[in-house]
């Protein structure tokens, strides 16, 4: 993809789920581009504290990072319940998180950084927006192979040739452990971003805002808690080891 494009672009669409991932990924964005905006997908996933959790984050980052406040734009939510539909999960229906045949928890929706990507690249065509910006990592991940760098490159590719014109995926989360994650967090905004997560980004399979722990709210046993718990503890281990 054209790396001059990335290099003098100015506005960037971030796909924005409310989690800890998009969150860090639009702090990343606000600090890079001059105008961003945010798009939402509601696929039908069974816990709505999802998409609070996106409003509620979306409006303490214009607290935590006052310096680019007014880069934040219009958030947008696309329709997808019809496909949330027929890629049934336990993410969309009630279904015990397990492996599955393949090896793939059953949290996995088939294609589903596919589809949102499409949308996003076709919203971003219409809003005259230069960088599709995801929290997609392949570190410190489940496994889900819409999340692999490899897929990011063949979509990158497969939507600039569908729009003819150049489409730039920036993922900044790819090669980094949730360790790094935080640890990017609090490089871009210091104790107010790293409080916003933790206060009001969701993570958790379960949907569960009734846990406190210290890395935010969750059931604590889910694989996306477990996995926000220990990058959380690396992150911290990381800090006192620099002092």
Known sequence: MSVILENTATSALVLFSGGQDSATCLAWALERFQRV???GFDYGQRH???MEARQAVRAGIKTALPQWAERLGDDH???LTGYGRIAESALTADRKIEMD???????FVPGRNLIF???AAALADR????VLVGGMCETDYSGYPDCRHETMEA???ALSLGLDKPVVIDTPLMWLTKGQTWELADRIGGEALIELIIE????CYQGDRTHRHAWGYGCGECPACELRAAGYEDWVASQGAKT
């Open 200 to 203: 009001d980004s969701h993570t």
């Open 77 to 79: 939510v696309v329709d």
């Open 101 to 107: 045949a393949r090896g793939l928890p059953t949290t």
């Open 155 to 157: 979509m990158a590719r």
């Open 127 to 130: 809003r005259g927006l230069e």
């Open 48 to 50: 709505l504290v999802e």
């Open 37 to 39: 905006e945010t798009v």
């Open 117 to 119: 990507l499409v949308a």
